[in-house]
T-cell receptor
Framework: AQKVTQAQTEISVVEKEDVTLDCVYE???????LFWYKQPPSGELVFLIR??????QNEISGRYSWNFQKSTSSFNFTITASQVVDSAVYFC????????????FGTGTRLTVIP | EPEVTQTPSHQVTQMGQEVILRCVPI?????FYWYRQILGQKVEFLVS????????KSEIFDDQFSVERPDGSNFTLKIRSTKLEDSAMYFC????????????FGEGSRLTVL
């Protein structure tokens, strides 16, 4: 059965600090996709990244970076030099199979960036 | 930028009433989804829809729920007889294909059942 664990329920950092949000997943499938979504206070879900199970390269996009390690079933998300606008709930999600988009979400990590 | 639009943004209804939530997916997208998020909890998959039929549904999506694509643009979620526990944010999502692109979510419809 699939499972996504975001052990950090809430994190607070001071602006300009780096912060890493952890995500550990479980799946029996060899083909799967991992996602991160941001949910700001306004409530919408903002897509950040999609990564398939065959692509273990780390990715950097501006201040955001992702570390995918199949050996530990983790897909961690780091924000460098955090800003107040980064304050949101961040969800990690998993979908199994080839291209399936029935996402299974983790419980989310609420990040608060203090000015 | 193309977007998924949902109406209404907020609906308040009495228990036992029928509710229809509407979504307009992105025009060239072929796969459509409904998710729900009970306040303060995680987002949960309800149903996926392709080629005018349900392709997968979760155990949450019981007989009280139905989906329809009545025309070429709208995608609706109907709850026949609402219960208190149906109070949640309902998100519609669409994607052009299962292997490509981003799963775009709408801004959500908040349903409050009294």
């Amino acid at each position: 059965a699939q499972k996504v664990t975001q052990a950090q329920t809430e994190i607070s950092v001071v602006e300009k600090e780096d912060v890493t949000l952890d995500c550990v997943y479980e799946t029996r499938d060899t083909t799967y996709y991992l996602f991160w979504y941001k949910q700001p206070p306004s409530g919408e879900l903002v897509f950040l990244i999609r990564r398939n199970s065959f692509d273990e390269q780390n990715e950097i996009s501006g201040r955001y970076s992702w570390n995918f390690q199949k050996s530990t079933s983790s897909f961690n998300f780091t924000i460098t030099a955090s800003q107040v606008v980064d304050s949101a709930v961040y969800f990690c999600a998993l979908s199994e199979g080839t291209g399936a988009n029935n996402l299974f979400f983790g419980t989310g990590t609420r990040l608060t960036v203090i000015p | 930028e193309p977007e998924v639009t949902q109406t209404p943004s907020h609906q308040v209804t009495q228990m036992g009433q029928e509710v229809i939530l509407r979504c307009v997916p992105i025009s060239n997208h072929l796969y459509f989804y409904w998710y729900r998020q009970i306040l303060g909890q995680k987002v949960e998959f309800l149903v996926s829809f392709y080629n005018n039929e349900i392709s997968e549904k979760s155990e949450i999506f019981d007989d009280q729920f139905s989906v329809e694509r009545p025309d070429g643009s709208n995608f609706t979620l109907k709850i026949r007889s609402t219960k208190l526990e149906d109070s949640a944010m309902y998100f519609c999502a669409s994607i052009v294909g299962t292997n490509t692109g981003e799963l775009f979510f709408g801004e959500g419809s908040r349903l409050t059942v009294l």
